[in-house]
């Protein structure tokens, strides 16, 4: 029997993640310093399903693991700043042993002021993901930037957060961590997580095809494997290339109602143009797609940068881009 399916998409446990093992090790030297008062924070950013959730889950895990308070808060859609700090005031104030303020924090200010010394906790960084989705977030980094620089040395507080699109600003008490697609090793490490010793084994053209037509995205080479595997009889030994490519039609159809529509929906006709020329493409610099589509380069730079913003490509070199994955540019194909 293949048992239940073992490539879980949602809900994964805080305490384990497959790879980021440079990610983990800056965070651990970050909480280190923010438990020392020489905090600071990080701004984790890559393109839809590269696991900046599942990450930042897992920083959350160990900052508690090391008697660090860890309020975490997902920013909605137009969301403002004061309603953010309200949410991750409200999680302290559950958080056992925490010793907070009871006037509610109105500022990043006051927001970092309402934990009080001297509790059994050693520290406290503030999760906050999507904060690109966030009304004025560009004021809001420039806020938490600002009161983090004055309580560097004198209080014991840090930041974490999580956007699609890099904000794009220097400084010395934030650093950017970019999430990009799963490396081979790291694939294969997620595979052979899943299926044990016990299961079915996934043959190397079918993994080598899979990391190729997702490109690494980690949520996306996780779905498809998903989809492979609810759709094997319970006597397959080798899960192989051609299951793969046997079932990919109703991969396609099940990515196209998850994921895939929604994305594709959402997205200015003038941008879809954009879309369908490197879908047809491995990479195109901005200017041979200005040429394809017959329009200024200006206007076509300024549309690229509003797809990168929303992670439907990625950047490879100066002025040179891609769809994020083969799958999502088979998927515009048919849509045009």
Known sequence: MKGPNPFVLWDENPKEISGRKDEVRIFNSFANAAASKQGGGILVFGVPGTG??????????????????????????GESL??????????????????????????????????????????????????????????????????????????????????????????????????SAFEEHEGHEVVEKALGKESPKMGEE??????????????????????????????????????????LPYIMSMLSREWFGKMYQETPGAEKEILLVLAKNESMHVSEIAVELGKPLGPITALIKRLLDRGQIVKLDRGKYRIFAKLYGRYVIQRS
């Open 52 to 77: 900046k959730t599942t990450l930042l889950r897992h920083f959350g895990y160990l900052a508690e693991k090391s008697g660090i308070l860890a309020p975490y808060t997902k920013v909605e859609k």
């Open 82 to 179: 004061e309603v953010t700090i309200d949410k991750l005031y409200n999680e302290l104030r559950v958080i056992p042993g925490a010793k907070i303020g009871k006037t509610a924090p109105k500022t990043v200010k006051e927001l970092i002021e309402v934990v009080e010394m001297g509790g059994k906790h050693f520290g406290t960084v503030f999760f906050i993901d999507d904060i690109d989705k966030m009304k004025k977030s560009n004021d809001a980094i420039v806020e938490i930037e600002k009161e983090l620089k004055e309580v560097w040395g004198g209080k014991t507080a840090g930041f974490v957060l999580s956007s699609t699109r890099e904000f794009k600003f220097s400084s010395s008490v934030v650093k950017k961590m970019k999430i």
């Open 206 to 247: 079918c993994f080598n095809t899979i990391m190729n037509d997702t490109q690494g995205n980690p949520l996306l080479f996780k779905t498809v494997c998903h989809h492979i595997y609810a759709r094997l009889r319970d006597n397959e030994k080798v899960i192989s290339k051609g299951h793969y490519l046997a079932y």
